[in-house]
Each structure stands twice: as structure tokens, then as C-alpha cells.
């Protein structure tokens, strides 16, 4: 169903959107593709000398991926507004105990309409929404504002 | 620790063609994809963008971003105002679209220091932060502002 403001309201839902597990090669794959080569995010032993145990994927890693939720729901060209407030690291699975580590690397994003209104001649929602990994552990939270037709 | 004279401090302008190669390989990966085949139709084929309400191949919500790291970088902004890179994290990040970015725009993107203050109590360690607000305003080939970034950056 075509999303309109007729068929939307205060309350609604955005559909629940699950990614595939974080792996090291979307990391690298994301370095590449935004140019951000902190070694932060690939290089393990550079972790290590800051005191975290692995690699953690890019924060704005999580907002492109709360990205893709919102525009599998409503159309890229409605967008006005996208902000996000980043709460948590996420670490990739490590493929030698996957079964283990997926969960943590499985981002879930949720949506819910809080507001419809009128702004510059265009009907437009604003939709709260949290990103989480499978664990339950909070990565971002923020809003997107849409104009609907 | 900021330094915070550089309230107003407007970085170099830069001008940039956005390239739809680019686009592609961002697309495929935010959807943790592993090829352009698998992504969304408008973010490689202009027909299909076309189709679907687009004067072009349109940027990824997040894809501006990147403008950041193809110039100055993170350690050009640590540098030029004066971050302790060990505390540093990127608090928030907001997109304000008033236009569309397509495949083959020039894009010039103006950043400027808007706003620089102490969040918290210094005496309350882990609630205290230091806050630097960079704003940056995407504009294109005709002069038209089609994109605002608000970024947050704290020091804790």
C-alpha cells in the first residue's frame, strides 16, 4: 500500500526492519564506500592498544542502516528531515563463534509515528525511531520527518 | 579540549562532482549488500530512478557525509580546532533535505563551527561533556541550497 497522509496516523508503526549480522567485510566495505578509514573499524590490532577487545562497526554505519529502514517503508524523495543521537558500539560477529556473536551484530530498527501536521504548504509526519541490536542493547535513537501526498 | 575561539570558524569551501559509481558502492553498502545487483533499482539504473519520481540517481540519506572524510578528514577538524581525539565521539548527526542530490551535481559544501559549550557538571565525570557543533550546507551546480548537515561532536 502506497504510504499517503490519508492512510497514516499518530501511533502507526513503521514495519520492523532487521538487518543481516555486522561482518568485518561490511566494515571494510563501508570504509571504502564513505571514505572513513579510522582503524577504529578494521584493524584489530589498533583496538587493542586502546583497550577495547574488537573492531566496532562505524556509528554512521548504523544511522545508513536505520536509513535503509526508512526508505523500505516510505519513499527516499518524501524525506525532509533524518537525525539520529548515537548510544552504543556495535561489534561485528566473529566468525569463529558465530552462533555466539550474531545477535550482538543484528541491527533492529522500529519506528512510530508521534506527530502529523502541516508545514511549508506539505503534509508531513514525524516518526520517532530506535535502533538495537538482537541483544537488546540501544545503538542509536532519533526521528525522520516525511511529506506525505 | 576545544578550543573556543574557532565559534564561527568557517572551513574552506569545497567543490566536488558527485559520482554515480560512488552512489552504488554506498547503497550496497549501508544494505550490507555485496553488489549493486542486490540494492535498490534508483541508486544504479537512472531509468528506473526516472520511473520512480527522480530527476536522476539520487544520494543515500546518509551519503553526505562522506564529503567530509574526501577533504579535510577527521584529523583536519582535530587539528584545526583543537580536539583531544582520545575523547572524541560523534554524538549526533541530522540531515535537513530541502532538495535532491543527483548523480553528476557539483556540489559544493560550506562548513562552519556553529556553536561550542560544556554540557554537565565538571565535578560529575562521565555526565560532563564538551560539545562542538559543525554545520555544513550542500549546494549545488545552480546555486541552490539541497541539504543541511548538523553535526555534534563531544569530548568526554
Known amino acids: 500500500m502506497n504510504l499517503t497522509s490519508d492512510n497514516i496516523n499518530i501511533g502507526d508503526l513503521m514495519p520492523e526492519y532487521t538487518s543481516a549480522p555486522i561482518t568485518r567485510s561490511h566494515l571494510v566495505r563501508y570504509a571504502g564506500a564513505s571514505g572513513d578509514f579510522n582503524p577504529l573499524h578494521h584493524d584489530e590490532t589498533f583496538v587493542r592498544v586502546i583497550g577495547l577487545n574488537n573492531v566496532i562497526a562505524h556509528g554512521m554505519l548504523i544511522m545508513g542502516i536505520a536509513g535503509e529502514a526508512i526508505v523500505s517503508w516510505t519513499p527516499h524523495k518524501y524525506l525532509r528531515k533524518f537525525h539520529s543521537r548515537f548510544l552504543g558500539m556495535t561489534e561485528p560477529v566473529d566468525w569463529n563463534d558465530a552462533e555466539n556473536t550474531k545477535k550482538r551484530a543484528t541491527i533492529v530498527v522500529t519506528g512510530k509515528v508521534v506527530k502529523k501536521y502541516e508545514e511549508n504548504g506539505e503534509k508531513r509526519i514525524r516518526c520517532n525511531i530506535v535502533a538495537k541490536d538482537l541483544t537488546g542493547s540501544r545503538k542509536l535513537d532519533g526521528f525522520f520527518i516525511v511529506a506525505l501526498p | ?156
Open chain 2, 1 to 156: 579540549m576545544a578550543d573556543k575561539s574557532k565559534i564561527g570558524m568557517e572551513f574552506p569551501p569545497f567543490t566536488m562532482v558527485v559520482e554515480k559509481t560512488k552512489i552504488a558502492e554506498f547503497a550496497a553498502a549501508v544494505a550490507l549488500k555485496d553488489s549493486k545487483e542486490e540494492i535498490d533499482l534508483i541508486y544504479y539504473d537512472e531509468d528506473a530512478a526516472k520511473k520512480a519520481g527522480y530527476e536522476g540517481i539520487p544520494v543515500p540519506l546518509t551519503f553526505m557525509t562522506s564529503c567530509f572524510f574526501w577533504t579535510d578528514g577527521l584529523m583536519g577538524i582535530v587539528k584545526a580546532l583543537g580536539f583531544d581525539l582520545e575523547k572524541l565521539l560523534h554524538s549526533e548527526e541530522e540531515y535537513e533535505y530541502l532538495g535532491q542530490i543527483y548523480a553528476g551535481d557539483v556540489i559544493t559544501r560550506k562548513m562552519k563551527v556553529v556553536d561550542m559549550y560544556e554540557r554537565g557538571q565538571k565535578d560529575r565525570p562521565g555526565r560532563f561533556a564538551e560539545v562542538t557543533v559543525l554545520e555544513t550546507e550542500l549546494i549545488n551546480q545552480r546555486g541552490e541550497l539541497v541539504t543541511k548537515v548538523r553535526s555534534t561532536m563531544i569530548e568526554r
